[in-house]
């Protein structure tokens, strides 16, 4: 029997719907190619410590590390019925097509069924960057070997498992030795990194001292009229007592020479189509939509309406095998109105855009040629944003005049604009007022001029803006700025940051939904009392995107089958010892305060000493109760306490610990949703 695995029923049917001859059984759905069957997101979970061993039930720091010597899956309970369905169906197969999402956590959700069922047959691969029907035509006449991406499966598994080791050890050591009275400190691999960041910011801002500094505009008579010149020199040559740049405006009063005309013709080629991030923070800007919300609906643009290719892509970069293809596409956005004019030669950038030998797992994000007619609210407003950015990879450069004038006096006044020759690419976005400069007469180079008058004006330097979602991801993939040593720093500038394109916007969640951030206004990111304290109580190693950089680079190294997932691994809880010792050194410190102003203060606990069984903490085990054993488990949106998994009539969600003195209680993630925090 040939078994199809596919990641949700929906793609089950979608597919079922293309290879013919559907009949539904039981789980799965027979055709004409073989029985598709389907998983639910993850059907199998990461068990907690204590199925490892009783004991670990208890949060005990004496315990830790702990590290499985063979890892352990379990089925998910509210899927467990579909496990076993699926489980029955790979025993009886003997070929096996891997059709679920096409990344490394489709390939873990399907290859950890089975391994579990020790399937050793034939795999094959279905490799589809969209699902309109060409696209998924042309993937299952060309289906891949499955040794091709074996490599994804055991970079997944790998993060899997880091993810695992840093987010039970790390978060059971801190929030024993360092959080204050019943307060759950959760780490994570990436998440933490991240908050760290956004409380390093912060705090420059609330730590920014304004200084007042002054600038000159000087009005400058020629022949073709006023010209205003300005004199405003670079930080460290700034001007910061009024009386001298008083003195200044006085000298250059009355000042003549020759005006210095530059002009030079440029072209500016459109930005390249959309990679998730890059959608995420131009989404965040226009619209103020979260990274989350954004990946929803480009998720539904693709699922539900075959609109889009897979979204969560990190490429930019479009194969050289979709050149032709455009035409169709173009006509019929220009036909259902998302486009304002016809293109009827389109420009093909081949080296720049099309090019196949920058291709990652994916190709950028694009509409495809099912394009739908009827969307509506957020939905449109994402689509139109793909749309438009493939289409302006066919309009011609923005090719624009570049002036400037300067008049060299005792110090040099200077003006700068540009005057839009051809718009080319962007007549489907727009010249930027602030790019464009200020609008400049037609003044021929060597024309007399005359200072008439100067102003002082005056500035204050501005403290860096707070964290948007969108320069908050920018920052993430960038992450280079952040590190001083130059040798990592010149690594760091070849990797994509920390996390994934698929797992960014989820983290920014946890990290609101655990209570370490919030949301002001449409778009600001804060830290909170509680991230602060988190922060604060943590050694800054913990947090240091560099190391978490490096990570990332290892699991790359396993994808291109240059390091093993076993290799990660044993490297990662290498360091977590390491990393625990930190933690058992912090916490003999002295009391020390944590958080923002508002925020609790709390001391080190003591460390355990060497041959007992050390310090005990404040609270008992019975205070963080088993279930919140998990870093999965999310922070009281009222007080702050860790959460538990509790079970009604309508099923699982969280409910505060202290519960019933405080009644917090927060919906669960839905089945399938998937982690990388």
């Known amino acids: 029997m040939r078994l199809i695995l596919c990641e949700k029923p929906s793609q089950a049917r979608e597919y079922a719907r293309l290879l013919g001859g559907a009949r539904n059984g039981d789980g799965c759905i027979q055709t004409a190619q073989g029985t598709l069957t389907w998983a639910i997101g993850h059907l199998l979970e990461q068990v907690m410590p204590e199925v490892y061993d009783a004991r670990y039930k208890a949060w005990r720091v004496e315990d830790l590390p702990i590290v499985p010597e063979r890892w352990k899956l379990a089925p998910r309970t509210s899927v467990a019925a579909q496990y076993r369905k699926v489980a029955a169906l790979i025993k009886q197969a003997d070929e096996v097509v891997i059709a679920t999402d096409a990344g490394r956590e489709g390939e873990l959700i399907a290859r950890e069924l089975l391994e579990r069922s020790r399937y050793r047959g034939p795999i094959k691969r279905l490799w589809a960057s969209a699902l309109d029907d060409t696209s998924l035509r042309k993937a299952w006449a060309n289906l891949r070997d499955g040794s091709a991406t074996l490599g994804l499966y055991q970079a997944a598994l790998a993060r899997q498992r880091c993810d695992w080791l840093v987010g039970i050890n790390l978060t059971r050591a801190a929030t024993r030795l360092l959080a204050p009275r019943d307060t759950l400190f959760s780490v994570g691999r990436v998440q933490t990194p991240i908050l760290a960041m956004i409380v390093r910011r912060d705090r420059e801002i609330a730590d920014f001292k304004p200084q007042d500094y002054f600038e000159l505009a000087a009005v400058v008579a020629c022949e073709k009229g006023p010209v205003t010149l300005f004199y405003a020199p670079p930080e460290g040559k700034r001007l910061y007592r009024r009386e001298e740049a008083e003195a200044l405006a006085a000298r250059l009063c009355g000042g003549e020479g020759p005006l210095r005309v530059v002009s030079e013709r440029k072209h500016r080629a459109p930005p390249r189509p959309f990679a998730l991030s890059d959608l995420q923070g131009e989404a965040n800007r226009r619209f103020g939509l979260s990274a989350a919300r954004t990946l929803e609906l480009a998720q539904q643009l693709y699922e539900r309406h075959k609109a889009i290719s897979y979204p969560r892509s990190d490429?930019?970069?479009?194969?050289?095998?979709?050149?032709?293809?455009?035409?169709?596409?173009?006509?019929?956005?220009?036909?259902?109105?998302?486009?304002?004019?016809?293109?009827?030669?389109?420009?093909?950038?081949?080296?720049?855009?099309?090019?196949?030998?920058?291709?990652?797992?994916?190709?950028?994000?694009?509409?495809?040629?099912?394009?739908?007619?009827?969307?509506?609210?957020?939905?449109?407003?994402?689509?139109?944003?793909?749309?438009?950015?493939?289409?302006?990879?066919?309009?011609?450069?923005?090719?624009?005049?570049?002036?400037?004038?300067?008049?060299?006096?005792?110090?040099?006044?200077?003006?700068?604009?540009?005057?839009?020759?051809?718009?080319?690419?962007?007549?489907?976005?727009?010249?930027?007022?602030?790019?464009?400069?200020?609008?400049?007469?037609?003044?021929?180079?060597?024309?007399?001029?005359?200072?008439?008058?100067?102003?002082?004006?005056?500035?204050?330097?501005?403290?860096?803006?707070?964290?948007?979602?969108?320069?908050?991801?920018?920052?993430?993939?960038?992450?280079?700025?952040?590190?001083?040593?130059?040798?990592?720093?010149?690594?760091?500038?070849?990797?994509?940051?920390?996390?994934?394109?698929?797992?960014?916007?989820?983290?920014?969640?946890?990290?609101?939904?655990?209570?370490?951030?919030?949301?002001?206004?449409?778009?600001?990111?804060?830290?909170?009392?509680?991230?602060?304290?988190?922060?604060?109580?943590?050694?800054?190693?913990?947090?240091?995107?560099?190391?978490?950089?490096?990570?990332?680079?290892?699991?790359?190294?396993?994808?291109?089958?240059?390091?093993?997932?076993?290799?990660?691994?044993?490297?990662?809880?290498e360091q977590l010892r390491a990393d625990l010792e930190l933690l058992r050194g912090r916490a003999t410190g002295q009391p020390r305060p944590v958080g923002g102003p508002d925020a609790p203060t709390g001391r080190r606990r003591a460390s355990p000493k060497r041959g007992g069984r050390g310090a005990q903490p404040r609270s008992t085990p019975h205070e963080v109760p088993a279930p919140a054993s998990t870093p999965d488990a999310p922070c009281c949106p009222r007080c702050a306490k860790p959460m538990v998994s509790r079970h009604s009539s309508r099923g699982p969600f969280w409910g505060c610990a202290d519960f019933p003195r405080c009644r917090g209680t927060r919906a669960m993630d839905p089945p399938g949703a998937r982690g990388g925090g």
């Open 315 to 573: 490429c930019t970069y479009l194969p050289e095998e979709q050149i032709g293809a455009e035409r169709t596409i173009l006509d019929r956005l220009h036909a259902a109105g998302h486009l304002p004019m016809a293109i009827t030669t389109p420009k093909i950038r081949k080296g720049t855009v099309f090019n196949s030998a920058k291709l990652s797992d994916h190709h950028a994000i694009i509409p495809t040629a099912e394009v739908p007619k009827a969307l509506a609210g957020d939905e449109f407003k994402v689509y139109r944003l793909i749309a438009e950015r493939y289409a302006m990879q066919f309009l011609p450069d923005y090719r624009y005049e570049a002036t400037s004038i300067t008049l060299a006096l005792q110090v040099t006044l200077s003006a700068s604009g540009q005057v839009p020759l051809e718009m080319g690419w962007r007549t489907l976005q727009g010249v930027d007022e602030e790019e464009a400069g200020r609008p400049l007469p037609p003044i021929v180079d060597g024309t007399p001029g005359r200072v008439e008058t100067v102003t002082v004006e005056a500035k204050r330097t501005r403290p860096p803006n707070p964290y948007s979602e969108r320069s908050l991801l920018g920052d993430i993939k960038n992450i280079q700025k952040y590190v001083t040593e130059a040798e990592l720093k010149a690594r760091l500038r070849e990797s994509s940051g920390i996390g994934t394109e698929a797992t960014r916007a989820a983290i920014i969640e946890t990290l609101k939904q655990r209570g370490y951030i919030r949301v002001e206004g449409r778009r600001k990111l804060v830290a909170t009392p509680l991230g602060c304290a988190l922060i604060d109580a943590l050694p800054e190693k913990l947090y240091d995107p560099g190391v978490t950089a490096l990570w990332e680079d290892q699991l790359e190294e396993v994808v291109e089958g240059r390091r093993s997932e076993a290799q990660v691994v044993a490297s990662i809880a």
